[in-house]
Each structure stands twice: as structure tokens, then as C-alpha cells.
């Protein structure tokens, strides 16, 4: 069945470093939503890219759709301690109307 | 959200228990979903439903029963709990379409003795 694999798992940073998380998938996806979840919450959409090759922002959030719509990844830049938590890549493809997650990247950031 | 609710927060229980846990949504939404969360491992879906009339495994159904009792209300049980089943339980939800966007509740973090 499909997979949504993301690395790293575990990430540590110093506050103003930059972060990416990467998002694989064993099919092509029709689209790629991202979450996150703060420590002790629950996951909470961020966005969704949809075509080939989209790239979009939100502040100091970059997120990507690969061309062959089968990866996907999410850049902070300049993190700070507000950024802290586990980000989920999740996908919808292959003959499946189910959103599929991936395995999250935990983001811990050091003052 | 605080339109998708779930009880208990917090349950410990023994292995061989009965034990179910609620899900309630004033969304609106056709769509709900029961997901299991591990450490390294990410949100796994057990249980979905599309409308009242149906229901629909997920990965890892084994050991785990749902009802959906009205659009608002999905419940899920594991009728002889076990130790490995310890993990975070979140209810989810969704309006179908395109987008899908998934809206979750708190969740439910269950211990199994």
C-alpha cells in the first residue's frame, strides 16, 4: 500500500537556525497537505499544495511540491522557540481516498 | 478544534478491559476518522467513515470495533484491551472534496496495564 516516509525524524536546532523536513511517497500524490502539532496538542492543518512543482509561503514557512508530485518538503527559516513540535506531511494518491500521514518530524529548538 | 470533542482525555485501563472512547463534532462534517498515534511512527488510521452508513478499515483495524451513531457521534472500542495498544487516540474530521483537510480533536491518551 502506499507509504509517506519523512526525515529526519528528530530534529534539534539552535533558535535562529534553519529547519527542513522532507516528505516522500511510494506513489504520485494528488496533493500534499502539511500539519503541526505542538507538544501536548493535536495536529493542525497548515497547507495544502496541489500542482506540480508549487512552492508557497506562509511568513517564514517555505513549503514545496516536487515535479513528479511524489515528495514534498517544509524549510523554516531563522527558527525561533514558537516553532517547536512535530510537523506531518500527509498525501492523498494511487487509488486510495484516504489522506495517508507520514511519520512526522519532532522540531525541538534550544534558546 | 474545539468543534471536535473526545472523552475520556486520559484513560488507564488493564489488559482484557472493555473500553471505548467517544468522538463528537459540531462541524457539520460527513466525515470522520479514528487515528492512532505511536512515538516514530506518525498518525496511523485505524477506523473511517464517510457518512452514517458507512464504515471503513484503515491500517491497523485488528483489535479495534466503530460505530457511528449519527453524523456527530464515532465511536471506537477495543474489546479486550492490550498492552500494545497503549498510544495517543485522536478523532478526526472532514468535508470531503478536494482539500479534505482533516480537523482533530484533543485526543485521548490510553494506557493498557
Known amino acids: 500500500g502506499q507509504q509517506v516516509m519523512q526525515i529526519p525524524q528528530y530534529q534539534h536546532v539552535q533558535e535562529g537556525e534553519d529547519f527542513t523536513t522532507y516528505c516522500n511517497s511510494s506513489?504520485?500524490?494528488?496533493?500534499i497537505q502539511w500539519y503541526k502539532q505542538r507538544p501536548g496538542g493535536h495536529p493542525v492543518f497548515l497547507i495544502q499544495?496541489?500542482?506540480?512543482?508549487e512552492v508557497k509561503k506562509q511568513k517564514r514557512l517555505t513549503f514545496q511540491f516536487g515535479e513528479a508530485k511524489k515528495n514534498s518538503s517544509l524549510h523554516i527559516t531563522a527558527t525561533q522557540t514558537t516553532d517547536v513540535g512535530t510537523y506531518f506531511c500527509?498525501?492523498?494518491?494511487?487509488?486510495?481516498?484516504?489522506?495517508?500521514f507520514g511519520t512526522g518530524t519532532l522540531l525541538a529548538v534550544q534558546p | 478544534d474545539a468543534d471536535v470533542t473526545q472523552t475520556p482525555r486520559n484513560r488507564i485501563t488493564k489488559t482484557g478491559k472493555r473500553i471505548m472512547l467517544e468522538c463528537s463534532q459540531t462541524?457539520?462534517?460527513?466525515?470522520m476518522y479514528w487515528y492512532r498515534q505511536d512515538p516514530g511512527l506518525g498518525l496511523r488510521l485505524i477506523y473511517y467513515?464517510?457518512?452514517?452508513?458507512?464504515?471503513n478499515k484503515g491500517e491497523i483495524s485488528d483489535g479495534y470495533s466503530v460505530s457511528r451513531q449519527a453524523q456527530a457521534k464515532f465511536s471506537l472500542s477495543l474489546e479486550s484491551a492490550i498492552p500494545n495498544q497503549t498510544a495517543l487516540y485522536f478523532c478526526?474530521?472532514?468535508?470531503?472534496?478536494?482539500?479534505?483537510?482533516?480537523?482533530f480533536g484533543p485526543g485521548t491518551r490510553l494506557t493498557v496495564l
Open positions: 478526526a474530521t472532514s468535508l470531503g472534496g478536494r482539500t479534505d483537510t482533516q480537523y
Open positions: 506513489t504520485t500524490l494528488s496533493n
Open positions: 499544495l496541489v500542482k506540480s512543482g
Open positions: 500527509a498525501g492523498k494518491g494511487g487509488a486510495t481516498n484516504k489522506l495517508i
Open positions: 462541524k457539520g462534517h460527513d466525515r
Open positions: 467513515s464517510f457518512d452514517v452508513k458507512d464504515i
